[in-house]
């Protein structure tokens, strides 16, 4: 574990076996607090990381998701089985897919087809007795006066919320400031289907610059050198996204997801010499160009069916 911030230290998920690409974080004091599980492929790892750091299975209070896709709480019910003492907190909109993780599984099972058992795993149900449905502001005690606070921020996931630090201002904001990996440098932003939202993305950077975060640490991968600058970096780059997709359906009536894709990674996607290919590889896996053309055509489609006004 590396400390990222006092109190704040980033562990890799080492999603599906692949280092750099998913970080959870444990958060210190008389009542610790695991922010993000990873996936069910990495509940081993996370587990035995928390365990030599010297967290037993009684010693772990608060485990936290910042949104139910898989690669961030896919080990949740593994990870509560292993900490019993530990209560789940996730956002109220996604409370009831722990609980019954069914149609989540078989959505994913749909996109990822046989990839998904390798790469994510499934997902261990949580039992709804030990589980916290939070609403936007609601506050996990850790202990020695410092609390966790809930931001309410959709977007990339209706069923979004960061977490902030606020003794150290560290602001632990999943995905929806987007993704930036190790040996590329890039940042790229996560629009998926089926929730991506412009309008409701750029309200949540928005307000996550109003907090004025001493720290912005990003699940994919770590910490960013200026909090400011990339949350106006990743707004510009939603709406160039968006704008690129949006100008290339306008152009064929008949225009698909391939055709966006391509004009998507044509725009924003070119490899560099100085970007580690392996990097750039698990980049893809991770969050591609064709997810995430999807999301935003489905957004587009959505928009342009909603009545004026």
């Known amino acids: 574990m590396d400390e990222i911030a006092p109190g704040i ?7 599906g076996g692949m280092d750099q690409l998913t970080a959870g974080f444990l958060v210190v004091g008389p009542q610790p607090a695991l922010v993000e599980t990873g996936s069910q492929t990495s509940a081993a790892t996370v587990r035995d990381a928390l365990v030599e750091r010297g967290i037993g299975a009684s010693d772990l209070r608060w485990i936290i998701v910042t949104h139910i896709h898989l690669d961030h709480a896919g080990a949740g019910g593994d990870l509560a089985a292993a900490f019993p003492s530990a209560t789940v907190v ?8 722990l609980v019954d993780p069914t149609r989540l599984i078989d959505s994913a099972a749909r996109v990822y087809g046989p990839l998904l058992d390798g790469l994510y795993g499934r997902m261990r149900p949580v039992p709804e007795g030990r589980l916290i449905a939070a609403g936007d502001g609601y506050r996990v005690d850790v202990g020695g006066g410092r609390s966790l606070v809930m931001v309410d921020s959709p977007g990339h996931a209706k069923h979004h919320h960061a977490v902030l630090d606020e003794h150290t201002g560290t602001l632990l904001v ?10 590329v440098g890039e940042l790229r932003p996560a629009t998926p289907p089926p929730d991506f939202d ?12 109003a907090l004025r975060p001493e720290r912005l640490v990003l699940t994919h991968y770590g910490p960013v050198p200026d909090a400011q600058t990339t949350l106006t970096e990743a707004e510009e780059m939603l709406h160039r996204w968006v704008d690129v997709a949006e100008r290339t359906m306008a152009q064929a009536a008949d225009a698909g997801v391939d055709d966006v894709t391509a004009a998507l990674a044509d725009a924003f996607a070119k490899p560099r010499q100085d970007m580690d290919p392996a990097a750039l590889k698990k ?16 957004y587009l489609s959505r928009r342009q069916a909603a009545p004026a006004g």
């Open 198 to 209: 412009l309008e409701q993305a750029t309200a949540s950077l928005r307000r996550f610059s």
């Open 283 to 298: 980049f893809e896996v991770l969050n591609g160009v064709h997810s995430n053309a999807t999301g935003i055509m489905r």
């Open 90 to 97: 996730v956002h109220e909109k996604g409370a009831r897919h």
């Open 9 to 15: 230290l980033q562990l890799d998920t080492l999603l």
């Open 174 to 183: 999943g995905d929806a400031v987007g993704v930036q990996l190790p040996g």
